[in-house]
């Protein structure tokens, strides 16, 4: 295998958990109010990652406020509770929210 091959396969499969989570937004109604680079209804996901980058305790607050719900934050448009959602597809949201550069 040259040294090419090994490279793309290695970017290739480096770039699946942020597909595989973009879908996981999409599977779970996310993307109805987010985009990851522009504002819809909520900020973009890039935007809550830049607002939490230094929090170091932001994974733990926006799961909670994933699954409870919200407002004030980011304006008066409330975030709905999210408690169909599984507690790791919640998990896995918010880790590659906060990983968004």
Request: with cysteine.
């Amino acid at each position: 295998m040259s040294k090419s091959a090994i490279f793309a396969a290695i970017v290739a499969i480096a770039a699946l958990p942020a597909v595989a989570n973009e879908e996981l937004a999409k599977k779970n109604a996310c993307t109805a109010c987010h985009a990851v680079d522009k504002k819809i209804v909520g900020p973009a996901f890039k935007e809550v990652a830049a607002k939490y980058r230094n929090d170091k305790t932001a994974e733990a607050k926006l799961v909670k406020k994933v699954k409870e719900g919200g407002v004030g934050v980011w304006g008066q448009v409330p975030m709905p509770p999210n408690s169909t959602v599984s507690d790791k597809d919640i998990q896995a949201l918010v880790k590659w929210v906060l990983s968004l550069k």
